[in-house]
């Protein structure tokens, strides 16, 4: 599937997986580069991801109690949030992280997933609750054997293609990251500057799959179990991507400033440019800045028979 937003363009197979990102680059900073080379062994590393993870435990938390309406999960899961602000390297933070998450996913595996009547003759029990984040295949989340599952790591993969390009446009090495180890053809810091804007990806699938049926036509089962998407709901799928665009757009800008800000002499740099946001240049006129809009919603079918509903604004 082609997605074309603004001048970026993705190229996506139906499994999620990567094929072309084109976007544009900004001229590199040398000084900047290197401050985020050395950065990994600074205090800037632990201060750095520790707000990144915060802010992604607040928002799991936040979603389990309001979507959930869970308490105790989510009051559970803010408790690590808390425990982060004595955490002292990184290894900490990635265990109240992962501690986190688990808890997190367990909330997340009885979630109900309905389809409509008509096609419930054809869908796999397991395939009527949201089920492991772990997939039986792969022992990670890649290829999932569940619909929910499927469309997580196809959104998931939209908003990595939008963080690489984010990243790009900044001037930065995107295989420099923090949380993430160094690993050969992965870039790392994609993946750190992800974690507070995942629970908003999963809010989206969240709210989706308590809204309205899925269709058993979106999904392919293989021999082995894997669930891949067909091409209706990837094309739903990709309306998501601007969004995504605007939400990681402030956090690589604040990773770059509080980078700067603790490994380099500022007086003698010129401030980071906020290229993605554009906050300086509305600033300089005065404007507003404008709110994120949410993701556009999703089709609406009936629970019956899987046709689509026209929805239509009242007068």
Known sequence: AFIQVHRNIHKLERDGSVLLTTGPTAASDTRVRRAQACAQHSEAAVLISRELIRRKIMSQAELVIEGMANDATA????HFAEMLYSADSLDSIRLLEAQA??????????????FPKTDLIRIPDHWLT??????????????????????????????????RLAINA????????????????????????????????????????????????????????????????????????QTWSREIGPIAEW??????????????????GTRLTQERRRAAVGSAVPSNAPAPVHQNHCENCGALIAVTSKQ
């Open 75 to 78: 009051d559970n899961i803010a």
């Open 101 to 114: 998450s688990f808890r997190y996913w367990q909330a997340w595996e009885r979630v109900a997933i309905t």
């Open 130 to 163: 949201f089920g492991t984040r772990r997939s039986p295949l792969s022992k990670n989340a890649r290829r999932a054997t569940t619909p929910a599952n499927a469309l997580l790591n196809y959104l998931y993969t939209l908003l990595e293609t939008e963080t």
């Open 170 to 241: 900044l001037g930065l090495d995107a295989g420099l990251g923090l949380l993430h180890a160094d690993t050969a053809s992965r870039d790392s810091l994609v993946y750190d500057l992800m974690e507070p804007i995942r629970p908003l990806v999963d809010a989206y699938l969240f709210r989706w799959i308590s809204q309205a049926p899925l269709k058993r036509s979106w999904f392919f089962e293989e021999r082995d179990g894997k669930c891949r998407l067909m091409a209706d709901v990837c094309t739903q799928l990709a309306d998501t991507v």
């Open 255 to 272: 990773y770059v400033k509080e980078l700067c800000s603790h490994m380099l002499d500022m007086s003698k740099l010129r401030r980071p």
